[in-house]
């Protein structure tokens, strides 16, 4: 059971980015999978997430209107498509399968990746 998280990069501001993540085993059949951050001396803190019965999405506010979760089930992938970036969205990013709880919690996911730097210049 892994998953695995690419796409990361450095980008000026304003630019774009799209991470995925792969996911392989069991962890193929979560209903709902999230995209985490963490910045240097910074808690984790909930991104997206994407629930695969209706595809219902959920997004922090300060993304909202920037950024896209999605999820090809065919692949066992979920992406989020990053625009209009800032510097405050540096951070290593991690995709995470849902395991029970309130979804914005960190603590609700017991499975991770491997996490992909981000990195925005202003």
């Known amino acids: 059971v892994q998953l695995q998280a690419s796409g990361g990069g450095l980008v000026q501001a304003g630019g774009s980015l799209r991470l995925s993540c792969a996911a392989s085993?069991?962890?193929?059949?979560?209903?709902?999978m999230g995209w985490f951050r963490q910045a240097p001396g910074k808690e984790r803190e909930f991104v997206a997430a994407i629930r695969r019965s209706d595809d219902s999405t959920y997004y922090l506010d300060s993304v909202k209107g920037r950024f896209t979760i999605s999820r090809d089930n065919a692949k066992n992938t979920v992406y989020l498509q990053m625009n209009s970036l800032r510097p405050e969205d540096t951070a290593v990013y991690y995709c995470?399968?849902?395991?029970?709880?309130?979804?914005?919690?960190?603590?609700?996911?017991?499975?991770w990746g491997q996490g992909t730097q981000v990195t925005v210049s202003s």
């Open positions: 085993g069991r962890t193929s059949i979560r209903n709902l």
């Open positions: 995470a399968a849902h395991l029970g709880g309130t979804y914005y919690q960190p603590n609700s996911y017991d499975i």
